[in-house]
């Protein structure tokens, strides 16, 4: 089984991801991206490379930050320890440093146990798939070994967080005066500096989630719990919520009334926005396949144009850079503005939605329902050759035969998974019971003709 997943390198803490494979995997890393001409030019100069390593608050990110830096070094790569930093400071500080590369160890979203390891490029970039293919096989080739004083230096990187928050704070195109945001870290990254950036911005701060300690990230709260947030919202009278994951590269949102507004919502309230203001470029918003109906019709009532790609950011940042577009993102919040951000960043998207509030006078009620959210059933079709699914002509044709009924009111999508024997159906139509019945009817085919 390939070693990079989706988003980096994942797994359960001390359990597959040990500290000899953190120490590993970065000295590999040191190989690969200290190749090319860049790289060549700064050593002729007799300069090192440059790495920046920051972590989210989870017990096991101590010892295995240290292992990367340990193995970043010992290949003669300067470290810059950011300490507890959001995945996409990260980012943003390997481009405003510099720096060769970065290593973010976090596991987002998971539960506290689990960890990761997220390797960036030259300019704050997730690495291509070919790069990290070259990576995992240079782990078991020979290593970089300098002595004396060619070995790497580590040091604090004292003002990482100030960079991140005055960049962020100078993309802001209104400040947030007059809105009272309750704001959730999930225990997570974001604890230390986006209750403190979101009231620079000018906003009433209520905070939430914001007491790591280093077990409790993504328990019951953050942006997959968002139950206490809706709550708080209420209890307090405050305008909106923002939660976060636990590396706060996602943002979703609730209203005042505790309506979850979701990162669909989110990009067509921003696309319009930015559109109005000729940075949406070529009137363009680039979303997945799983983006709900609502997104493409309000998209195409406000002359948009809709590019969808495959389930995951990394598709999406792949169509953004191919067509130089500048908004893209997930119905997950993972949301990313490519003029200020290399990947997903809730603290960027979760500033910006409030700008638009402040701008405008309106609530977050008032400003989502520039679109309608249809009802989206996703069943997931266990135990089927997922790889007869596109061939099966009597499923194609049961497909094609609800898509028809269904007209411009809905939309049906058949999604194989890449690595179990699943097909995930997804219906969505104008209400709960039709994309009920429709994705139950689907399903029951699904298990009929794909049956192992």
């Known amino acids: 089984m390939p070693l990079f997943g989706t988003d980096g390198v994942r797994g359960l803490a001390n359990g597959h991801l040990t500290a000899d494979l953190a120490l590993t995997l970065a000295q590999a890393t040191a190989v690969v991206l200290g190749q090319g001409r860049t790289a060549e030019a700064r050593r002729a100069a007799g300069r090192r490379l440059t790495a920046v390593v920051a972590r989210d608050p989870r017990v096991s990110g101590e010892f295995l930050a240290a292992a990367v830096a340990a193995g970043l070094a010992s290949s003669g790569v300067d470290v810059l320890e950011a300490g507890v930093l959001p995945t996409p400071a990260a980012a943003f500080l390997v481009a405003d440093r510099d720096a060769d590369f970065g290593v973010m160890v976090s596991a987002s979203h998971n539960p506290a146990p689990d960890n990761g390891i997220k390797i960036f490029a030259r300019g704050g970039v997730k690495l291509p798939d070919i790069v990290e293919r070259r990576i995992e096989a240079a782990m078991a080739g020979p290593k970089l070994q300098p002595t004396g004083g060619d070995v790497g230096r580590i040091q604090r990187f004292a003002d990482a967080e100030d960079r991140y928050v005055l960049h962020l704070l100078g993309s802001l195109p209104h400040p947030l005066d007059g809105i009272h945001a309750v704001i959730d870290c999930a225990h997570g990254a974001a604890a230390g500096v ?165 701008r405008q006078g309106k609530t977050l009620a008032e400003l989502s329902s520039i679109m309608t959210v249809f009802p989206q059933v996703l069943l997931n079709v266990k135990g089927v050759d997922r790889d007869r699914a596109a061939t099966d002509a009597p499923l194609q044709a049961a497909v094609a035969a ?27 139509a104008a209400d709960e019971d039709t994309a009920q019945r429709h994705a139950g009817a689907l399903a029951e085919v699904v298990r009929e003709r794909l049956v192992l």
Do not use: W
């Open 194 to 358: 986006s209750p403190e950036t979101f009231r620079d911005a000018g906003a009433r701060v209520t905070v939430i989630g914001a007491d790591p300690d280093g077990l409790n990230i993504n328990d019951g709260v953050g942006s997959t719990h968002l139950d206490a947030l809706a709550a708080k919202v209420r209890a307090m009278g405050a305008d909106v919520g923002i939660a976060h994951d636990g590396d706060a590269d996602r943002c979703l949102a609730v209203d005042a009334t505790g309506r979850v507004v979701d990162g669909d919502q989110i990009m067509a309230i921003l696309a319009v926005a930015m559109k109005e203001r000729g940075e949406l470029v070529d009137d363009t918003l680039v979303a997945t396949v799983m983006s709900n109906l609502g997104l493409s019709l309000a998209m195409r009532e406000h002359g948009i144009d809709l590019v969808q790609t495959a389930v995951g950011d990394r598709y999406v940042l792949e169509a953004m850079n191919k067509g130089g577009y500048s908004l893209g993102g997930e119905q997950s919040g993972h949301v990313i503005m490519s003029r200020y951000a290399t990947t997903g960043d809730g603290l960027l998207t979760g500033l910006h939605l409030l700008s638009e509030m402040a």
């Open 402 to 428: 609800v898509s028809a009924e269904l007209g411009d009111t809905g939309r049906v999508l058949l999604r194989p998974s890449g690595t179990e024997p699943v097909v995930r159906v997804m219906v969505e």
